[in-house]
C-alpha cells in the first residue's frame, strides 16, 4: 500500500456506532485497506443527517447510508452495493408493542411510540409511510413521539412501559424472524414483546461510493465488498458490523433475490494417512498451495504437494504417529506469487492398546486473514495497555472496570480507593454536571495535576477516563501569572516609589527635627516649676518617634516593593552562608528558646557570590516563619532543624524545617504573592522578597508543607 496514497474516507451512519462495534470497524478498515491497496480512514457519523449532507457536498468517498439514502444518492453514485441478510437485498419494518399490552393499528390513537432516528429507514420511515398510506397521520395518532437513537434504545423504552410501540426491521414479515432480532437486542427478555403489523419491503441500505472515488478505486472495492464472504476465510463475523450477509450489486433488471446464496470458497486440506503415509483420503476445498489435489487418494504428501509444503506436513505426522497425540504447526509459502501462512494439525486416529495408531488425520488450513486480522487485535489490545498515560474504565457507580498499567503506577491506591479515588470522583461529578463540551476537569493527586478526558457511552453503561499529567504546566502558567502580577506590581511600584519617596523623605527629615528641637526645648525647660509642661513635651516626643517609625516602615515596603521587581543594589562579595545562618539564629534565639529545640546539622559548603546584608533578611524572614508556626505549647516536641550541605550538582543547599502546623495546599500555593498571608498585623512581604532575593542570586526557594506535620523550605544557591 502507498503511503503517498490519500486515503479514502468510509463515513458509517450513528446506529452502527455502538460499543461493541468499535474493533469491528477498525478491522473492516484495516481489511478494505489490504484489499484495495488504498489506505481507508472510517468514521461514524454524528448523525443520519451528517451523511446525506457530506454526500451532497462531495465530501465522502465511500458511505454506509440508509436505504433512502441509497435510493436516493444511487443516480449520480459509481455503485451502490446492497445488504445481504437471510439471502434478500431488501427488508420490511415491524411494529413492536408488549406482549402483554397488544395493540393493533386500530388501537393505535394516544399511543406512546420510540422511534431510533428521524432518518432510520427500518426504525422510523418505514412505519410512517405505513401508517400514512392507511390514513394515520403520526403526529396526529399519538400522544407522544421521541427518537431514541438505537434500536436497542427503543426497544427498551416499550419493554420498560416508557413507551408503547415502535419499529424494527426484519427481513422476512413473521414473528419466527422478528423474535431472532429482538433477542439479539434484548436477550432472554424478548418473549416481553410482540409484533403486529409488518410493512412493505424497501430495497435494504447499503455502502454508497461516490463519484470522488476513482473509477479504478471503486471497482477494486467492490471486488473487495462482494467477496468478503466467498473465500471462506473466517471474515463473517466483521459483516456482524452491519448485521449482514454480505453486499451485492442490484440491477434494475433484477427484482428478485438469488434463490440460494453465492457460493463459498475455502482453501483447505483434509487428508487420512496410513501408516504408510499414503493419502487413504483426500478432500479439498479451493487450490491448497495452489495445487490441484483432487483424487490424489493411495500418494503420499510428496507425491501431492510441493515439498516446501510435504516435507513440514510429513514430520507433523509423523510426530504425532509416534508420540500418539496431536501436534499442530504454522509455516508461511509462497503461493502465486503471494505469501501465504498455513496452519497444519496432526490427529493420530484411536487404536487397540498397544496397536500402533491406524492412521492419521490431518488438516491444513490457509490463515493468512485470520492472522491478519489477530495481529491488528493484539495491536489494539496492546494500545491501552502500553500507552504511557493513565486510562480508565469505569461503571457509572464508579466501579473501577479497567484501569492500564500507567494508571495503577500513577495511582496505587487506585483499586484499593475505587469509586472514592478522587480521580474517579471528579469524572464522576463532571458527567453528573452535563458537562460535555465544556473545560476538561483538573484533579490534584498527591501534588501532581491532571487533566482528565471523561466521555460517557451510556449504550455500554460505562465512563471513559483519560488523564494526563499537566503538572508542569500548571506550574508554567503559575509562574507565568507570577510574573505577570510581578510586572503589574512592578508598574505600580515605579510609580509609588516616584511619587511617595520625595514627600517620605521630607517627612521623616522634619519629623526628626521636630523630635530633636522639642528635646532641646524640653532640656532647656527642664526645672520644678516646668514639671507639668515637661511631661506633655515627652508626649510630644513619643508621638513623634511613633510617626517616624511608621514612616519608616512606609518606607521599607516602598524599598521591598522595587526588590521584587528588579535587581537590587550591587555589593556582592563571597559569604559563608554557615556564618550568615549563625547571624540570622543569634536575631531569633530569644524567640525560640521559649518555643522549639534547635537542632543543626552544618556540613561543608562552598562559598557563594551575594550581598551577605540580603542574604541574611532572607534567612532571617525563613527563620521567623519556622519559629512562629511553631506553638509554644508544644515547646518540648517541637524542633527547629538547620541543614547546610552541597548537593551532587555543586549547589549550596540550605534546609529550614519545622514541626509547626503546616500549610494546607491552597495557601502553599499563593506562598509567594506579595501581601499574601494568614497572620494578622502581617504584611505578606517577607517570602515575596526572599524569592525575589534568592532568585536575583541564581537561585531557587522552594517549600513543602504538610498540615500538622510542619514545613520545609530549601534554598538552593550556585556555588562559586
Sequence with gaps: MSSLSAPIRFLIYPALGEVRQHVRIEFFGRLLSERAGRPIVVEVAPTYERVAEDLATGRVDMAWATAEQCNAFEPQARAVLRAVRAGRWSYHAALICRAQAPLTLETLQGQRAAWVAPLSTGGYLLARNHLQARGLATDQLFSEQRFLGSYRNALLAVLLGEADVTSVFTTHPDE?????????????????????AFT????????????????????????????????????????????????????????????????????????????????????????????????????????????????????????????????????????????????????????????????????VRDITEQSTLETELYRLASFPLLHPEPMLELGLDGTLRYANPAAHTAFPDLMVLSSRHPLVGAALAWIQRGAAGGTQPVVEVERQHWELVVFSMAEAGVVRVFAKDVTTRKQM??????????????????????????????????????????????????????????????????????????????????????????????????????????????????????????????????????????????FLNLLLNAVQAMSDRNAGRNVLRVVTRTSPAGEVVVEIQDTGEGMKPEVLARLFEPFFTTRPNSLGMGLSVSHAIVTSLGGSLRVESEVGVGTRVTVILPPQ
Design 176 to 196: 419466527v424472524t422478528v423474535r431472532a432480532g429482538l433477542a439479539q437486542r434484548l436477550g432472554a427478555s424478548e418473549h416481553l414483546l410482540t409484533p403486529f
Design 200 to 363: 412493505e419491503p424497501t430495497l435494504a441500505d447499503g455502502i454508497i461510493l461516490t463519484r470522488r472515488l476513482a473509477e479504478g478505486d471503486a471497482a477494486a472495492m467492490v471486488t473487495a465488498l462482494t467477496s468478503l464472504t466467498q473465500e471462506g476465510m473466517g471474515l463473517e463475523p466483521l459483516l456482524g458490523l452491519f448485521e449482514i450477509d454480505g453486499f451485492t450489486l442490484v440491477s434494475d433488471a433484477q427484482a428478485q433475490p438469488p434463490s440460494a446464496p453465492p457460493a463459498r470458497r475455502a482453501e483447505y486440506l483434509a487428508a487420512e494417512l496410513g501408516p504408510d503415509d499414503r493419502c487413504v483420503r483426500v478432500c479439498v476445498s479451493g487450490e491448497p498451495f495452489g495445487q490441484d489435489v483432487q483424487g490424489k487418494e493411495g500418494h503420499t504428501l510428496t507425491q501431492v504437494l510441493p515439498a516446501e509444503a510435504a516435507v513440514p506436513l510429513e514430520a507433523l505426522v509423523r510426530a504425532a504417529r509416534h508420540h500418539g497425540i496431536g501436534g499442530r504447526a504454522e509455516y508461511r509459502l509462497e503461493v502465486s506469487g503471494q505469501t501465504r501462512l498455513y496452519a497444519a494439525e496432526a490427529t493420530p486416529q484411536p487404536s487397540a492398546p498397544g496397536e500402533p495408531a491406524p492412521g492419521t488425520s490431518l488438516l
Design 477 to 618: 502558567e503559575t509562574r507565568l501569572l507570577h510574573a505577570d502580577r510581578m510586572a503589574a506590581l512592578g508598574s505600580l511600584a515605579a510609580r509609588v516609589g516616584h511619587e511617595m519617596n520625595n514627600p517620605l523623605a521630607y517627612l521623616m527629615a522634619n519629623l526628626s527635627f521636630a523630635r530633636e528641637e522639642i528635646n532641646r526645648l524640653r532640656k532647656a525647660l527642664r526645672t520644678e516649676q516646668n514639671q507639668e509642661t515637661l511631661e506633655e513635651f515627652d508626649e510630644v516626643i513619643e508621638a513623634l518617634g511613633d510617626s517616624w517609625e511608621g514612616a519608616d516602615r512606609l518606607r521599607v515596603i516602598v524599598q521591598d516593593l522595587h526588590l521584587l521587581v528588579r535587581e537590587p543594589p550591587a555589593h556582592r562579595a563571597w559569604v559563608d552562608v554557615q556564618q550568615v545562618l549563625e547571624d540570622s539564629l543569634k536575631l531569633v534565639r530569644n524567640d525560640l528558646r521559649h518555643r522549639a529545640r534547635l537542632e543543626k546539622d552544618f556540613q561543608a559548603v562552598p562559598l557563594v557570590e551575594a550581598d551577605e546584608a540580603r542574604l541574611g533578611q532572607v
